[in-house]
């Protein structure tokens, strides 16, 4: 990935994080997830009164592109809420295994809040990773 692609990932998850539904935690994340294709996939948190019925940006965003047929990934881009102060969002557990099932250990995934970027690699966020291998037995 060069920093363009970076640019323009950043750019869609922000732009899509407006989109948020997040009427509870008013916390609005914006995911944006380039496929092996170069098509860029986007999702935004959506919360519901049933907190558990909550969709992250990031699951949003991965089943978007699998449902569309796109199962490798290269990059993926959380941008967390202007609120935040700068602090950055990274994925949740559920996020991270569902990432996990369809991306490698080295997907790289940056963070940004404001003018603050990470990048960190899935298999860093999820060691021991549970998959497909331990259903194989």
């Not at 323009?8 to 922000?14: D, H, T």
């Not at 997040?22 to 914006?30: D, K, L, R």
Request: charged fraction near 25%.
């Amino acid at each position: 990935m060069n920093e363009n692609d970076w640019t323009e990932l950043i750019e869609a998850a922000k732009d899509v994080r407006k989109n948020a539904y997040a009427p509870y935690s008013h916390f609005h994340v914006g995911a944006a997830l380039k496929a092996a294709s170069g098509k860029i996939y986007t999702g935004c948190n959506v919360e519901n009164s049933s907190y558990g019925m909550t969709m992250c940006a990031e699951r949003s965003a991965i089943f978007k592109a699998v449902s569309e047929g796109e199962r490798k990934f290269d990059a993926l881009v959380i941008a967390a809420d202007e609120s935040s102060d700068g602090e950055l969002c990274p994925p949740c557990g559920a996020c991270r295994q569902v990432l996990a099932e369809f991306c490698g250990p080295d997907l790289p995934i940056a963070l940004v809040a404001g003018d603050k970027r990470e990048t960190h690699k899935l298999g860093a966020l999820l060691p021991l990773t549970f998959g497909k291998a331990f259903l194989d037995k």
